[in-house]
């Protein structure tokens, strides 16, 4: 994991440019979708990921299909619990796959070639900004979640939980030490900004796992 100083005037023109959403309130009713926690290890994704396609289609994830790339265990589980999710009704047990996955209220789709299945009205969803979290979208390219970590940690100066040895060093892999160092920025200067060029969820499932606790 890589950090990264930037001079303040560079800071401010980025900021600019990846946070410009921001929430107040959250209402009931609106569209949900499901997707998978970063911080979980391969082996629950995959299980989770073997789980839903025994009842939604997920030939998309497969190899040439349209949403095979980027080719990552948490792409593959989100898309494939997300169809899970809205064929079941969007019941929040439909969003569980013990513990691993998320509620989010945007569209997890990146690549308009790949199209998360769309959402309906979920579960009664909860009213306070501060009941909500920011993770990156499953489809979002490496360089693009390199570039967040490096300024996101470049502003919060302290990511030491995602550098080698900290409590959220693993799953070693970009999304999730991107997805903590968003987390950590909404929750603090960003002010509960989850836009980051278009890339960021918010969600209403918390996106801790095992050791590896977010704010």
Known sequence: MAKLALPSPVISLLLLFFFSGEISMLVNGQKTWCVAKPAAPQHALQSALDYACNYADCSPTKKGGSCYDPDRPVHHASFAMNAYYQKMGRNQWNCHFNNTSLISLADPSYNPCCQFVSGGSGPPLPQE????????KPGTPDSALQNIINLTCGILKECSEIQEHGSCYFPNTLIHHASFAMNLYYKTDGRYNCDFNGV???????????DCIYV
Not at 129 to 136: A, I, L, R
Not at 200 to 210: A, D, E, Q, R
């Open 200 to 210: 960021g969820l918010i969600v209403v499932t918390n996106p801790s796992f095992g």
């Open 129 to 136: 900004k501060e009941d909500t979290w920011c993770v990156p």
